[in-house]
C-alpha cells in the first residue's frame, strides 16, 4: 500500500472480557490518517463515538461482523434466524417402506420419514446417503425427487420454534440392515396398507404414498 494516503483505518480487533466483566467480542477503532478506508462488508460509517488524544475510537456492534469462524456460530434447530434444509429419503424394498420413530424434538416419540439436517458443503443426495447411514444403518442410492415441503412448528406464545425446508428423495437400500442409531429409538417396515396404524403426519403420508407409486411406475418401465 505504499503511496497512499490513509485517513481512517479501521482496524478489527478482537478480545474477551476477564470475568469482572461484561461480553464485548469485538471493537471498531477508527484512526484519522488521511483518506477514507473501509474495510470489506462495512458500509458507512460506524456508531457511537469517542474522542482519546484527538482521535476517534468507535464500537460497532458485534451482529454487524461475520463470524469469524463456525466455532462462533450456535448451531441450533430451536429458534433459528432463518429456515433450516432437512433431506429425507424414503426407502421401499420388497413393497415396504422404511419408518423411523424419532427419539428427540419436533416428532418425538412419533414415526416419520429417516433424514435429517443438510451440513455444509454437503449435495442433498450426499445429505441422504449420510443421513440414512447414521440413523438406520444402511447405505441407499437416491433414485429420485419426491416432493419439496415445509414444516413450522411455533410455541405456546405463538413464536416460531422450529422451520425446516424439507426436501425428500426416493431411494434403493444397497446394503446394511436397517436399525436404530443417531437419534432414532425405533425403525419399522410397513406396507402401503400399513401406514396408518403408524399414525404418520398427513404430510409425510402423502409424501410415502407418492414412493410408492413412483415405485410401481420405475418397475413397470
Not at 5 to 21: H, P, T, Y
Not at 34 to 40: I, K, L, N, Q, R
Not at 50 to 62: E, H, L
Not at 84 to 92: E, K, P, Q, Y
Request: proline letters at 5%; charged letters at 25%.
Amino acid at each position: 500500500m505504499d503511496g497512499v494516503s490513509l485517513r481512517d483505518l479501521q482496524l478489527g480487533i478482537a478480545f474477551r472480557a476477564g470475568q469482572d466483566f461484561a461480553f464485548l467480542d469485538f471493537i471498531f477503532v477508527q484512526v484519522d490518517f488521511g483518506v477514507t478506508f473501509w474495510t470489506s462488508g462495512h458500509v458507512g460509517p460506524p456508531l457511537s463515538g469517542r474522542f482519546y488524544d484527538g482521535q476517534a475510537y468507535y464500537i460497532t456492534p458485534v451482529s454487524n461482523f461475520p463470524p469469524q469462524d463456525n466455532a462462533n456460530v450456535r448451531d441450533s434447530r430451536e429458534y433459528p434466524e432463518r429456515p433450516i434444509v432437512g433431506v429425507g429419503g424414503v426407502v421401499i424394498s420388497d413393497g415396504r417402506a422404511l419408518l423411523i420413530k424419532r427419539g428427540h424434538p419436533p416428532l418425538e416419540g412419533e414415526w416419520s420419514i429417516p433424514g435429517g439436517t443438510l451440513e455444509v458443503g454437503e449435495t442433498l443426495p450426499e445429505g441422504v446417503r449420510r443421513e440414512l447411514a447414521e440413523e438406520c444403518g444402511i447405505e441407499v442410492r437416491v433414485l429420485e425427487l419426491i416432493e419439496v415441503f415445509e414444516r413450522v412448528f411455533h410455541d405456546e406464545a405463538g413464536k416460531v420454534r422450529y422451520h425446516f425446508v424439507i426436501v425428500d428423495y426416493l431411494c434403493e437400500a444397497v446394503s446394511g440392515e436397517a436399525r436404530s442409531g443417531s437419534d432414532v429409538v425405533d425403525v419399522a417396515w410397513a406396507t402401503e396398507m400399513e401406514l396408518e396404524r403408524y399414525s404418520l403426519t398427513p404430510t409425510a403420508t402423502r409424501v410415502i404414498r407418492r414412493a410408492f407409486e413412483m415405485t410401481r411406475m420405475r418397475s413397470a418401465s
